[in-house]
């Protein structure tokens, strides 16, 4: 292993894109992702994590600056960008911008069969990526036919069966409702056990709290801040001035602590269910 492919495995130096009509998508943002972890991008609308999005796989370009894979600055020929889509995965917020194929299996299987792959080989990734997704029984359906959560669930097949190893999801949990939340975060959990990188872009503080190891700040095109998810207790003041919410399990955390309904000292929470044991073990009280 090269000390390039040790922690970061997408970094963007300075890069800066405005679009074709003037505006402003980002302006000398500088940020960098590790391999295996998840990252939460939290920004304002229009802060840039589209298009921020869209530079990691080349869909757009940055005018200055550059975006590295491996310490590799990316290569925008057409074979480099094929590779770089192979390994760098972008499921889009609109599953209809993403899913063009009749059938729920052709559309899984155009990526890898693009990639020329054999038939047998693209047969196992769309079996497989189906089924981490909770779609096996869809395979056969049309398009059209399913409801929005089942076709964002197709999108992430049809990007999981090129085996990426970066994912990058654009708010996924928008328009989904909160057992399908529930489901695409398990969903997303298997697939960090087993090693790979994800990146989301959210407006859940919440949620990126409870999920991810790391978070990113977008603000006005640039990267403004990067925590671990940890830290966020710590930086509520911050949160506040960029206006992306305040993890609420923390807030009670921090009322309870002061009314001495949690110990001093302990861990502060990432989830309900862990506060939830906290005031169990001060109390006495089962939840
Ligand atoms: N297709 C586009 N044409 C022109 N400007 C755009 C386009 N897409 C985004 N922008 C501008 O780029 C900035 C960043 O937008 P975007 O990346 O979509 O932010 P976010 O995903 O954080 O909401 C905004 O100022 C937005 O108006
Ligand atoms: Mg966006």
């Given at each position: 292993m090269t000390t390039s492919q040790s922690r970061v495995i997408l970094e963007m130096r300075d890069i800066s894109f405005r679009y074709?009509?003037?505006?402003?998508?980002?302006?000398q943002c500088s940020i960098s992702f590790e391999r295996g972890m998840r990252t939460a991008l939290l920004g304002l609308n229009g802060a840039g994590k589209t298009t921020l999005f869209l530079q990691c796989n080349g869909v757009l370009r940055p005018q200055s600056g550059e975006v590295l894979l491996d310490g590799v600055p990316l290569n925008y020929s057409r074979l480099g960008l094929r590779t770089l889509r192979s390994r760098i995965g972008l499921v889009f917020q609109n599953p209809d911008s993403q899913l063009f194929s009749a059938s729920v299996r052709e559309d899984v299987s155009f990526g890898p069969l693009n990639l020329g792959l054999p038939i047998t080989v693209v047969r196992d990734r769309v079996e497989q990526s189906l089924a981490a997704v909770g779609m096996s029984d869809f395979?056969?359906?049309?398009?059209?036919?399913?409801s929005y959560g089942q076709k964002k669930r197709v999108c992430i097949a049809g990007v999981l069966a090129m085996a990426p190893e970066v994912l990058i999801l654009d708010e996924?949990?928008?328009?989904?409702d909160a057992a399908m939340q529930t489901e695409l975060a398990a969903v997303l959990d298997e697939l960090h056990d087993k090693g790979m990188t994800i990146i989301i872009a959210t407006h859940d503080i919440d949620f990126a709290y409870q999920w991810a190891d790391r978070i990113n700040v977008l603000e006005a095109g640039r990267c403004a801040a990067t925590w671990d998810a940890i830290e966020l207790p710590q930086v509520i003041d911050n949160l506040k001035r960029f206006g992306i919410g305040v993890p609420k399990v923390a807030e009670l955390h921090r009322h309870l602590l002061d009314a001495g309904l949690v110990t001093a000292g302990s861990p502060i929470p990432r989830s309900h269910h862990q506060l939830l044991q906290q005031v169990s073990l001060l109390s006495g009280f089962r939840f």
């Open positions: 074709p009509n003037g505006g402003r998508g980002l302006e395979a056969d359906r049309p398009v059209h036919a399913l996924p949990m928008a328009g989904l």
